[in-house]
């Protein structure tokens, strides 16, 4: 536990990972909340944090929601929806099991598509 001058107590771990180290800090208003935080705590906390980050990253590299050249209100809240579907039918397709895993259906996709250009325009 570490005193921050102005703010208050925090609980600090770090951890090894990829020949770097990262710290994680934990705050709760309540002293007694922060003494009882321990690693198995901090591992949950961090384990929905990165499903958080999953979710960004398929929704942006695979749903495309950043990528969009409309500019009215409804056009935007049209491309969100349709975007946020994708993600849906994305996750569904991969519970069911009709995919291992989202790059696959990327380079199903993609990859006959930019053969097929690569060849007709050799």
């Keep these: 536990m570490v005193y921050l ?3 208050g107590w925090v609980k ?3 951890q090894d990972f990829k020949n ?3 710290h994680y800090i934990m705050w709760t208003p309540e002293l007694e909340e922060l003494r009882a935080i321990d690693r198995s705590i901090v591992k949950k ?3 929905q944090h990165w499903l958080i ?3 960004h990253r398929v929704i942006k590299q ?4 950043e990528r969009f050249q409309i500019r009215n209100e409804q056009g935007i809240r049209n491309h969100f929806f349709c975007a946020l579907s994708a993600f849906v039918k994305l996750q569904t397709m991969k519970v ?4 291992d895993n989202l790059y696959q259906i990327s380079r199903e996709l993609f990859v006959p598509i ?3 250009f690569i060849l007709d325009n050799a």
């Excluded at 695979?62 to 929601?65: K, L």
């Excluded at 069911?96 to 995919?99: D, F, H, T, Y």
């Design 20 to 22: 770097q180290v990262r």
């Design 5 to 7: 001058k102005e703010f």
């Design 45 to 47: 906390i961090h384990d």
């Design 114 to 116: 930019v053969r097929q």
């Design 96 to 99: 069911e099991g009709l995919i």
């Design 62 to 65: 695979f749903c495309n929601i």
């Design 12 to 14: 600090v771990f770090s």
């Design 53 to 55: 980050e999953r979710f």
